[in-house]
């Protein structure tokens, strides 16, 4: 199964979004301010793979930034591992055929000149291209 570009985005929040008040945030678009812990989503590099695939079919590549909490806050690698942990679960249940590739470990991630403890997840779809 494969997704629009256009799409592709906003069916992954979907699939990520907090069931509840207890879950995390998911920014699922550029804000200038965050309240960790939290997730967010966005495009990697390069947004779409064309390597091996046919005209009508590409992969996208999304990119998750899971945010622990400030560099000097206790707690935020464990509440990475917890984002983790349900982020793939997720992902697994849902039909659309997600795939997380790669992840780049717990490091310090600096937005709007703060520091937090992150891990940024890549996530590949198929998607319905032409």
Known sequence: MSVSILDARAKLA?????LDDDEPPLY???????????????????MIDWAGQTPCTAFGTLGLTLVGGRIDAAG??????SMYDTVQRRLRADSQGWAMRTDGGIVRYEIGNVLY??????????????
């Open 28 to 46: 699922d678009n550029l804000v200038d301010a965050i309240h960790p812990p939290c997730i967010m989503l966005g495009w990697r590099i390069p």
């Open 14 to 18: 979907a699939v990520l979004a907090p």
């Open 76 to 81: 935020g690698v464990e509440a990475i591992e």
């Open 117 to 130: 403890l992150a891990c940024r997840v890549d996530v590949r779809v198929p998607l319905a291209v032409g």
